[in-house]
């Protein structure tokens, strides 16, 4: 990677550090509220060894 990119990359991750970086960032709370966005958060794990399994999920409290 040449410097200018380097510089580039740099500045893009100062303007937008982790911590801002969340998957509902954009999405206001009235639209998808803490019980989905948590619920939705579990399935969406990379991992698959960390993600619920279906069964797991079925008996979910999000579910009733």
Do not use: C, G
């Amino acid at each position: 990677m040449d410097d200018e990119t380097y510089m580039s990359v740099l500045y893009l991750m100062h303007l937008n550090p982790p911590e801002r970086m969340t998957p509902f960032r954009l999405v206001p709370e009235r639209e998808v509220v803490k019980e989905d966005t948590e619920f939705i958060l579990r399935i969406m794990k990379m991992d698959w060894r960390d993600r619920p399994t279906v069964k797991e999920l079925l008996e979910d409290k999000w579910f009733f």
